[in-house]
């Protein structure tokens, strides 16, 4: 099973879309390494994960839009919101 994965891995890599997808992690782990992202990680951990569980619930059963739901839901609580605004500044969207 090993070699199994490390053959998928090594295929995925040498892939476009595998490195494209390196390329994005390793954007991602950059910005986490700041201290915004610490700080991101930070809010995630406390107040923040429950706005994104709740606007998740919401959106689960909205009957469309259900990303638009997701954010309308998340934007809409002072967690949500600050937590959003983090994950902004610290990816640069």
């Known amino acids: 099973m090993p070699g199994e994965i490390e053959n998928a891995a090594r295929s995925m890599m040498s892939s476009p879309q595998g490195l494209k997808i390196i390329k994005g992690l390793d954007k991602y782990n950059a910005a986490m390494n700041t201290e915004g992202g610490r700080q991101l990680i930070a809010m995630m951990a406390d107040r923040g994960g429950d706005a994104l569980k709740n606007a ?38």
Do not use: H
Not at 62 to 81: C, H, T, V
């Open 56 to 93: 998740a619930q919401f959106a689960m059963n909205a009957p469309k839009d259900p990303g638009r739901a997701l954010l309308q839901n998340l934007l809409s609580s002072k967690d949500g919101a600050a937590l959003a605004a983090k994950a902004i500044e610290v990816m640069g969207v």
